[in-house]
């Protein structure tokens, strides 16, 4: 996993659509050993694609999702975590991003229900 990857606030992940259709999503990241660890929406169209295709290319980019030209790429292979797994999974991202703590310790000041979630990794 290249060093700019790692060091980046964002990444865009590709996942593949049935008929091979890339679909590009800025999202946060964790790295963990050789892999990123990720968490989204279980319901989000990035979970079921993952389902259907697990390879999926990683990049460097904005919080919009802009990839610089010569952005360094890596081809990976997506996985799906169980619910310990994505417990883990956020707490990696929280320690690694302040939004992440806060929007938690909202929801919990709160008492929001929040979507369920499901944790990715993202092996090279």
């Known amino acids: 996993m290249a060093d700019e990857i790692v060091r980046s606030r964002y990444v865009s992940l590709t996942t593949y659509r049935k008929d091979g259709t890339p679909v590009s999503t800025p999202v946060w ?12 929406g279980a319901g989000s169209g990035k979970v079921k694609r993952i389902r259907n295709n697990p390879q999926v290319r990683v990049q460097p980019c904005s919080v919009r999702g802009t990839v610089a030209p ?7 292979t997506a996985r799906l975590l169980d619910g310990d797994g994505t417990a883990l999974a956020r ?7 302040v939004m992440s703590r806060a ?22």
Request: glycine share 8%.
């Open 29 to 40: 990241h964790v790295p963990h050993g050789a892999e990123l660890w990720i968490v989204t």
């Open 70 to 76: 010569d952005a360094t790429d890596a081809t990976g």
């Open 91 to 97: 707490k990696l991202l929280a320690r690694r991003y």
């Open 103 to 124: 929007g938690n310790w909202f929801a919990r000041l709160l008492r929001l229900r929040r979507p369920p979630m499901v944790g990715i990794i993202v092996s090279f």
